[in-house]
T-cell receptor, first 113, second 114 residues
Framework: DAGVTQSPTHLIKTRGQQVTLRCSPKSGHDTVSWYQQALGQGPQFIFQYYEEEERQRGNFPDRFSGHQFPNYSSELNVNALLLGDSALYLC????????????FGAGTRLSVL | AQSVTQLGSHVSVSEGALVLLRCNYSSSVPPYLFWYVQYPNQGLQLLLKYTTGATLVKGINGFEAEFKKSETSFHLTKPSAHMSDAAEYFCAVSEGSSASKIIFGSGTRLSIRP
């Protein structure tokens, strides 16, 4: 049983570019959450998707957007990249009604130059 | 609003010694509480969780934590440290519902001395 998978594992972009990160949830899970983890810090909640809709959002600008597909996989898009967007982006999946037990992928390391 | 405070950004113990990582939380609603571990260049792995019921919860790798509502604490312990326990540990809180954002602490790096 595959866990949460994220792609790509590493990415290098320049300021002003746009990036798309992808996440496949654990089998049977229907909810996907995205987190940003800057170096030396704890993860910060970006947003959560359920039934193809954004259900909750953290304190991130509109440059951060997402999407969930009918097969529950998800994308995170970031426009107009800033140096400060360099971080590890983590995807977590869970099952609605499961007491919020979230399983995390290994993350995508984004470097903005 | 919810928040988590982890006391001590770095804890060092000898192999075989007691591990104690401190966590205090703030929540206006009954919380769910979690401890996650992160090894270098990896994602987060759930160690244990408190949702409802028994306040002493046991997790993987010999770790346990006790939910103390009166002290708003959820400290993580392990009786005997092993070299493989060296990692970053995150305490986290969410609202007591099935669909809620998780708020993480800033993490505690655990080092094990031979």
């Amino acid at each position: 049983d595959a866990g949460v998978t994220q792609s790509p594992t590493h990415l290098i972009k320049t300021r002003g570019q746009q990036v798309t990160l992808r996440c496949s949830p654990k089998s049977g899970h229907d909810t996907v959450s995205w987190y940003q983890q800057a170096l030396g810090q704890g993860p910060q909640f970006i947003f959560q998707y359920y039934e193809e809709e954004e259900r909750q959002r953290g304190n991130f600008p509109d440059r951060f957007s997402g999407h969930q597909f009918p097969n529950y996989s998800s994308e995170l898009n970031v426009n107009a990249l800033l140096l400060g967007d360099s971080a590890l982006y983590l995807c977590a999946s869970s099952l609605a009604g499961s007491k919020n037990i979230q399983y995390f992928g290994a993350g995508t390391r984004l470097s903005v130059l | 609003a919810q928040s988590v405070t982890q006391l001590g950004s770095h804890v060092s113990v000898s192999e075989g010694a007691l591990v104690l990582l401190r966590c205090n939380y703030s929540s206006s609603v009954p919380p769910y509480l979690f401890w996650y571990v992160q090894y270098p260049n990896q994602g987060l792995q759930l160690l244990l969780k408190y949702t409802t019921g028994a306040t002493l919860v046991k997790g993987i790798n010999g770790f346990e934590a006790e939910f103390k509502k009166s002290e708003t604490s959820f400290h993580l312990t392990k009786p005997s440290a092993h070299m493989s326990d060296a990692a970053e540990y995150f305490c986290a809180v969410s609202e007591g519902s099935s669909a809620s954002k998780i708020i993480f602490g800033s993490g505690t790096r655990l080092s094990i001395r031979p």
